[in-house]
């Protein structure tokens, strides 16, 4: 995590720079990910997995920490990029995944996650504890939250200790986002105030040295804290550097730590290069990508229907609808609309909750009949510039090839390149693709 700390460094000493994180379990956006790092000479990729998408139970992905490892380095592989160019991290690393359980239960099964995440080579660490478990009274104080991650840091640092390479780098904080958006509509948003932000250092510092946590305390390089970015199935809060700047200025003081800013997603250019500025410098992206995918994917399902008509064609959003309606888990607690309106929500909330169904069998099987179909009837170009026009021009100007995958992973990279302009990253390899 050489290169993590190396950033941080140039961050403190006064340069625009950043990283984005993407949070995401799709291959498409990894290869977009890695393709992107590659084509812009970003000095790392970073991708993350959440508690909740891989586990030592295998998460929602299927996938544990080990197998979502090889399964991540084989894809950066065929995209050609040095393995030692792909950072992976953890994110809401904690008892999240399970707390209906009883705290004790829960602690315990976060500790096998920690452990099976470092021992699989994850090396940036969010240790989440904010949320309460089963017999926990809500909220939590920070002294309790602390605690809990000086726990897992603990476990964290005995798992480095066994299996070496690079020592692990970690976030923590109180005040983090709900993972994925939010799951209600947006009515009033509260940034952090910096004295707020201040006692989760004072208390995390003060608890990891009390756990023997000192050298790890100095790997500490992000807190979690709201700066008023969020958003959710419908409505997107932009962040306003004004309200910010007292919060912004407070972690100037400390000389290794920056802000990580959760649910950054739809957020504009503009504003995710002043979060940057702002020393919000790592921008964490998930729902965001997997929306453009999705928009790649729908796009692509209609011309193939212009194409083949409706009979032959592969059937991909009927079939992941049919999924969605068969298997409501994924959705059923966030969305609350009935009817036309939950048809819209269920297809196109910035939440995304679609994501969940994309490694289904009969969905995949659908994109694989998709992707045959198109290059068998390669779309024509009037048809890629009615729906994906971004694409058109791509394939127009020789930079990709009208295949489903090249489509949906330039579309990805669409938004892929504002997090990298914001982080002080330009289009072209070279040395001199960082910004100063």
Known sequence: MQAVLDMIARHKSGEHVGMTSVCSAHPLVIAAACRHAASTGTAFVLIEATSNQ???????????????????????????????????????????????????EAMAKADMLIDHYVAAGFRKIHLDCSMACADDDSPLSDERVATRAARLCAVAEGAYAKTGGEPPVYVVGTEVPVPGGAAKDLETLAVTTPEDARMTIDVHERVFRAHGLNDAWNRIIAIVVQPGVEFDHHKIVDYNPARAVTLSTMIEAHPHIV??????????????????????????????????????????????????????????????????????????????????????????????????????????????????????????????????????????????????????????????????????????????????
Not at 61 to 70: V, Y
Request: hydrophobic share 40%; with cysteine.
């Open 259 to 436: 802000y990580e800013a959760h649910s950054t997603d739809y957020q504009t250019p503009a504003a995710l290069k002043s979060l940057v500025r702002d020393h919000f410098a790592i921008l964490k992206v998930g729902p965001g990508i997997t929306f453009a995918l999705r928009e790649a994917l729908f796009a692509l399902d209609q011309i193939e229907s212009e194409l083949l008509g409706s009979e032959h064609a592969a059937g991909l959003r009927r079939t992941v609808l049919a999924a969605m309606a068969a298997e409501p888990k994924y959705w059923q607690r966030y969305y609350s609309s009935s009817g036309a309106q939950l048809h819209l929500d269920c297809q196109y909330s910035l939440s995304d909750r679609i994501r969940y169904y994309w490694p289904q069998a009969a969905v995949q099987a659908a994109l694989e009949r998709l992707v045959a179909n198109l290059e068998a009837t390669p779309p024509p170009l009037a048809l890629l510039s009615q729906y994906l026009p971004a694409g058109y021009q791509a394939v127009r100007e020789g930079r990709i090839r009208p295949g489903v995958r090249e489509l949906a992973m330039h579309h990805i990279e669409l938004v892929l390149q504002q997090y990298a302009s914001a982080c002080g990253y330009r289009s072209g390899g070279g040395d001199d693709a960082l910004a100063a």
């Open 54 to 104: 891989v586990n030592q139970d295998g998460g929602y992905t299927g996938m544990t920490p080990s197998a979502f490892r090889r399964f991540v380095e084989a894809i950066g592989a065929e995209e050609g990029l040095d393995p030692k160019r792909i950072l992976l991290g953890g994110d809401h690393l904690g008892p999240n995944a399970w707390q209906h359980l009883p705290a004790d």
